[in-house]
């Protein structure tokens, strides 16, 4: 099984140009979370989606949207991209919410705005 | 102040040694997950606690609910064990919410 499967890997970007994150899951699972990671700090929640057809803001959801396209795919647009958002960027699917079920991460995306 | 608090922040150990990573949390929680983040960047999840101990190979786990704290030991490290362990907590408000510590980086010497 691929497990969790992140596009692009890595990705340079230009201030104010847009680009989508794919994400896609081939465990089944209802759950699925867009992070990112900064040097100096923990991995942070951008946006989740506990079920399809929904999706909800986390800790740091300004300048992104998200759209649940199917159980399997979860994307993360930048519309405009900001220096600020350069980061890594990890998806991560979970089968619920329950407190014994592991989330599963994708490789990550390495994301430089210039 | 984080709610997730991880010590220390940098671990060199010799290979052989008992390392011991803390974590201490500053909310009410349903579970805590150590996950372990290679230098290729992959992250996989290494336990889930929502109390007493758990063992997996040379790794173990063990949490204290009334203290709010969590340990991870890895018993005769082996350079195959640097990486970077992530404590993350499932508190109660949040579902299946996590919220991350900043991380431990362990370098394991040959």
């Known amino acids: 099984n691929a497990g969790v499967t992140q596009t692009p890997k890595f990705q340079v970007l230009k201030t ?9 899951q081939d465990m089944n699972h209802n759950s699925m979370y867009w992070y990112r ?25 300004n300048g992104y949207n998200v759209s649940r396209l199917n159980k399997r795919e979860f994307s993360l ?38 | 102040k984080n709610e997730v608090e991880q010590s220390p922040q940098n671990l060199t150990a010799q290979e052989g040694e008992f390392i ?6 500053s909310v009410g929680i349903s579970a805590l997950h150590w996950l372990q983040q290679h230098p290729g960047g992959g992250i996989v999840s290494l336990f889930m606690l929502s109390s007493g101990k758990k063992k997996h190979g040379r ?19 082996h350079p195959r064990d640097s990486a970077v ?3 993350a907590v499932r508190s109660f408000p949040s579902g299946s919410r996590l919220t991350f510590g900043e991380g431990t980086q362990l370098t394991v010497n040959p």
């Open chain 1, 16 to 24: 104010g140009q847009s680009m989508t994150l794919q994400c896609a």
């Open chain 1, 37 to 61: 990671q900064d040097p100096g700090m923990g991995l942070r929640l951008i946006y989740y989606s506990a079920s399809e057809g929904t999706t909800d803001k986390g800790e740091v959801p």
């Open chain 1, 77 to 114: 647009r930048l519309e405009s991209a900001a220096p600020s958002q350069t980061s890594v960027y990890f998806c991560a699917s979970s089968e619920g919410g329950a407190w014994h079920q592991p989330q599963h991460f994708g490789d990550g995306t390495r994301l430089s705005i210039l």
């Open chain 2, 20 to 25: 011991t990573i803390n974590c201490s949390y």
């Open chain 2, 59 to 77: 790794l173990i786990a063990t949490i204290n609910i009334q203290e709010k704290h969590s340990s991870l030991h890895i018993t005769a490290s």
């Open chain 2, 85 to 87: 362990y992530i404590c």
